[in-house]
């Protein structure tokens, strides 16, 4: 039984996954432990080798790769006695980010974070069968999130997610949702409606700068209809996480959330893959993944 299974995306990020992954091995096997190392071949695949990983006792399941790799991992290891392991080499890399890890770590950097094996209990987001580590996103940024993902750009990060913007805002019809939650219901036209389990989406745009991972709420941020002249003026702002300010901006709170759209489906992202159309509702489940932090 080895003591690490890393599991690595050859196509996330700039395809540097599996060489940063076989130089973590090798650190962690000087170091005494047995370690196993999967090249995924698709989507999914990540999802059933960490599943697998943790029904034949493995502690530690390590991703290697972005957000949507760790979201695969992380799906299959909620309440299990596996624990979650982060080596970020994806576009954007937003929930290793939160949790102190950056895709400009060096190998030995990470292999001494998977070694001292310093664990947090920390939420995951749910629809149906399907979870989400950051932020699940309707709207505008679902459609510039679909944008990224559905190309392979020469750009990746934020920098990737601000040119979609520009893109997608050319197009983009509010489209009319109705929100149910602790907060009571929010119906109207909407630029974007992003809940958040964590703060950041698209490379550290501090979408919900309140979320915390740990906390069993979703902070979910609300932008009403405005003008393209506006979602221009607001991005830096988003960038800063102080876009709460603004008058069409509304932050709130709560343990789950029903998503309508009346007007036909519309497409939820999160953590930078398509993960479900309209209707829908999100819920907390708190402290079901343990991942190892610095």
Known sequence: MPDFLLIANPASGTQAAPQVALEVKQILEAAGKSVDLHLTTGRGDALAQAREAAQRGIKVVVGCGGDGTLQEVATALENTATTLGLIPRGRCNDFARVMGLYRTDSPARVAAVLLAGRRRAVDLGAVGHQ?????ATLGFDSEASRFVETRRLW???TPAYLYAVLVVLSRFRAPLVRLRGDFGVFEGRILLAATGNAPCYGGAMRIAPGAAPDDGLFQICVV????????????PKVLRGTHGTHPKVRMLVSRSVEIETPEGPQWICADGESLCQTP???????????????
């Open 224 to 235: 009403e209809d405005v003008s393209r002249f506006t979602v221009l003026c607001m991005l």
């Open 155 to 157: 750009i990746k990060g």
């Open 131 to 135: 979870r989400f580590l950051t932020v």
């Open 280 to 294: 829908c509702r999100f819920e907390v489940r708190p402290r079901v993944l343990q991942v190892i932090v610095p």
